[in-house]
C-alpha cells in the first residue's frame, strides 16, 4: 500500500502545453504539499494545503495551480509550460503537529518524485 | 534571510564513521530534521529533533545545539547502501520546513 503516490513518473512535453499531476495519500494527513527539486537537487516548498489554509510561495510562478478536490488529494496544474519547469515534482504530505503531547513530529511522507521535461 | 549549510559532499570508507554538519540561520525554530535520499528516489525522513542532545537510532545518530544552531548527522559501521543525499530540514517559526542542498555521501569499498 503506497502511502503518498502521484502519476506520472515521468512526463515528456513540449514548452506551452498544460499538464497536470496527480496526488494521492492514504495516510489521514491533514497537510500536503508539492515540492519542486531541481538539478542542483535543492528542494523548494511550492505549495502546502490543508482544509484550512493555502500556502503558496510567492516565488511560484502563478502558471502553477494547486487544486485540492479533497482532503486525501492535491494535483499540480501547470499552464503554459516552460523549459525552467523540468525537474522532479515531489507531493508529500504531514500530521499537523500536536502540541498535546503526541509523538507526532510533523515529518513529512514523500510520493516517489514525478520527473517533468520541458523540450 | 533564512538558511541551512550543509557540505555538498562527503567521501567515506565502508564500515567507518562519517559525521554530517549543518548549521542554521533561521526566524525561530521549531525542530530539525534530516533525511536521507537516494539518487532517483524520495526523501526519506531519518530523525528529528528540538531538544539539545543527540539522539541515537542503530547506526545513525543525530546531534542538536540550538544557541550554537548545529547540528549533525552520525553515520556508524558504513555500508555500500548508504551512498545517498543527505538533507538538512528546519522548521521555522510558521512551521515553514526550511531545506538545505543536501550532502552527497559516497561509500567506497
Known amino acids: 500500500d503506497t502511502a503518498v503516490s502521484q502519476t506520472p513518473k515521468y512526463l515528456v512535453t513540449q514548452m506551452g502545453n498544460d499538464k497536470s499531476i496527480k496526488c494521492e495519500q492514504n495516510?489521514?494527513?491533514?497537510?500536503m504539499y508539492w515540492y519542486k527539486q531541481d538539478s542542483k537537487k535543492f528542494l523548494k516548498i511550492m505549495f502546502s494545503?490543508?482544509?484550512?489554509?493555502?500556502?503558496i510561495n510567492e516565488t511560484v510562478p502563478n502558471r502553477f495551480s494547486p487544486k485540492s478536490p479533497d482532503k486525501a488529494h492535491l494535483n499540480l496544474h501547470i499552464n503554459s509550460l516552460e523549459l525552467g519547469d523540468s525537474a522532479v515534482y515531489f507531493c508529500?504530505?504531514?500530521?499537523?503537529?500536536?502540541?498535546?503531547?503526541?509523538?507526532?513530529?510533523?515529518?513529512?511522507?514523500f510520493g516517489e518524485g514525478s520527473r517533468l521535461t520541458v523540450l | 534571510g533564512q538558511n541551512i549549510d550543509q557540505p555538498t559532499e562527503m567521501t567515506a570508507t565502508e564500515g567507518a564513521i562519517v559525521q554530517i554538519n549543518c548549521t542554521y540561520q533561521?526566524?525561530?525554530?521549531?525542530?530539525l530534521f534530516w533525511y536521507q535520499q537516494h539518487a532517483g528516489e524520495a526523501p526519506t525522513f531519518l530523525s528529528y529533533?528540538?531538544l539539545d542532545g543527540l539522539e541515537e537510532k542503530g547506526r545513525f545518530s543525530s546531534f542538536l545545539s540550538r544557541s550554537k544552531g548545529y547540528s549533525y548527522l552520525l553515520l556508524k559501521e558504513l555500508q555500500m547502501k548508504d551512498s545517498a543525499s543527505y538533507l538538512c530540514?528546519?522548521?521555522?517559526?510558521?512551521?515553514?520546513?526550511?531545506w538545505g542542498a543536501g550532502t552527497k555521501l559516497i561509500i567506497k569499498p
Open positions: 508529500a504530505s504531514s500530521q499537523d503537529l500536536d502540541w498535546s503531547g503526541g509523538l507526532n513530529t510533523g515529518e513529512l511522507f
Open positions: 495516510l489521514g494527513h491533514d497537510t
Open positions: 494545503y490543508n482544509n484550512k489554509e493555502l500556502i
Open positions: 533561521t526566524s525561530g525554530f521549531n525542530g
Open positions: 529533533n528540538v
Open positions: 530540514a528546519v522548521m521555522d517559526s510558521n512551521y515553514q520546513l526550511i
